[in-house]
């Protein structure tokens, strides 16, 4: 026996069946071979200038170049939609976070005019003090340059 591989004459035509060996497919009835026999009377019934089963290579092409028109035009479509919803969506995101932001900016200057009043009234309280204990100085100033007046009085009455 050689190790060659075998020639094209000794594989069999088919990979169905073995035709040197006179082996056919086996069917399971009589029933699909009667169909099969129907579906050739049938056909063969039909008249010969009805259209192809097999559409022509040229109506393919043109039914794949409509059908990658079709697609392309799709397609350009559902990218023009993308960045319609996409920039509605952008924009949505920037006003939220414009909002976000406006809202923590006013929190803050709330804050900062919170302690800005609180520092302002401290600095008015103290004011205040200062301004108190100063008019209180200028009172008693003024008494004792009025009770020394009197006494001046006094003393020039007691001499008169």
């Known amino acids: 026996q050689s190790s060659a591989l075998p020639t094209v ?4 035509a088919s990979p169905v069946r073995d035709v040197s060996e006179g082996e056919a497919y086996p069917t399971e009835s009589g029933f699909i071979a009667d169909q099969d026999m129907a579906t050739i ?3 063969s019934t039909l008249p010969h200038d009805s259209a192809p089963r097999v559409p022509s290579l040229a109506a393919d ?4 170049q409509h059908n990658i028109s079709e697609l392309t035009a799709l397609c350009t479509n559902l990218q023009r939609q993308y960045s319609e919803l996409q920039a509605k969506f952008q924009a949505q995101e920037k006003k939220k976070l414009q909002e976000q932001i406006d809202a923590q900016v006013a929190k803050e200057l ?3 005019q919170e302690k800005k009043n609180i520092r302002m009234n401290e600095q008015i309280a103290r004011d205040v003090e200062v301004a108190r204990i100063y008019v209180e100085e200028e009172i008693q100033g003024m008494i004792d340059s009025l009770d020394k007046s009197n006494e001046t009085i006094a003393k020039y009455l007691q001499e008169y």
Request: aromatic share 0%; hydrophobic share 20%; glycine share 8%.
């Open 9 to 12: 004459a000794d594989e069999p």
């Open 41 to 43: 009377v049938k056909s």
């Open 61 to 64: 092409e043109g039914s794949m």
């Open 110 to 112: 709330e804050e900062q």
